[in-house]
């Protein structure tokens, strides 16, 4: 029954930074990993970042360099740090959680917006 709640987004200009939340209603420290999709307008759902308990983390290639991903197991909180965006990388931004086998938990979105 875990939810998770994406905040953080905004419009913002290309080359700006935004750090987006994803705030989970119980401890992340038992979630093996952790994810951020992004689906933009007349795209499929796209993986973002994804980190592991252990703290080993993996980025798309066009994030690269640019995007952090992390948690706060205290504050029950995941996070993307944005930093030299671009308008590509407009779109909702979703967290993703494997609660159970084969089954996972997605937040509702938050909306970025980067102009150019």
């Known amino acids: 029954q875990v939810q998770l709640v994406e905040s953080g987004g905004g419009l913002v200009q290309a080359g700006g930074s935004l750090r987006l939340s994803c705030a989970a209603s119980?401890?992340?420290?038992?979630?093996?990993?952790m994810g951020w999709y992004r689906q933009a307008p007349g795209k499929r759902r796209e993986l973002v970042a994804r980190?592991?308990?252990?703290?080993?983390?993996n980025y798309a290639a066009s994030v690269k360099g640019r995007f952090t991903i992390s948690g706060d197991n205290a504050k029950n909180t995941m996070y993307l740090q944005m930093d030299s965006l671009k308008p590509e990388d407009t779109a909702v931004y979703y967290c993703?959680?494997?609660?159970?086998?084969?089954?996972?938990?997605w937040g509702k979105g938050t909306s970025v917006t980067v102009s150019s």
């Open positions: 119980g401890s992340i420290a038992r979630f093996n990993y």
């Open positions: 993703n959680a494997p609660v159970a086998y084969d089954m996972d938990v």
């Open positions: 980190i592991n308990n252990g703290g080993s983390t």
